[in-house]
């Protein structure tokens, strides 16, 4: 049984901060790329930010790079979304993703966090 969990999410004032966790089981964490993904209303769900298996190499949108650091812990099979300087234009789901780039590909997804930024 294949699950990802986020949490984390609710609502902030411009400027504040979130952190997301995304908490995995049912498939071996540690060899999986994961990034996190959002789809706000009316547009194109956004790669966010993402991470190698290991934890040594991170890419970020440009829309949030400098503001939001992605990081993992295999040993707790969880990666996490840090959000600071928050925007009304960060509003939106945020989605796990999980990811193995080897044939067969995988990909695996969680439900989604609300993140609302809004005075």
């Known amino acids: 049984q294949v699950q990802l969990v986020e949490s984390g999410g609710g609502l902030v004032q411009p400027g504040g901060s979130l952190r997301l966790s995304c908490a995995a089981s049912?498939?071996?964490?540690?060899?999986?790329?994961m990034r996190w993904y959002r789809q706000a209303p009316r547009k194109e769900r956004e790669l966010v930010a993402a991470?190698?298996?290991?934890?040594?190499?991170?890419n970020y949108a440009d829309s949030v790079k400098g503001r939001f650091t992605i990081s993992r812990d295999n040993a707790k099979n969880t990666v996490y979304l840090q959000m600071n300087s928050l925007k009304p234009e960060d509003t939106a789901v945020y989605l796990c993703?999980?990811?193995?780039?080897?044939?067969?590909?995988?990909?695996?997804w969680g439900q989604g966090t609300q993140v609302t930024v809004s005075s």
């Open positions: 993703n999980a990811n193995f780039p080897y044939q067969p590909t995988t990909d695996y």
């Open positions: 049912g498939f071996t964490f540690s060899r999986y790329a």
């Open positions: 991470i190698t298996s290991a934890g040594g190499m991170t």
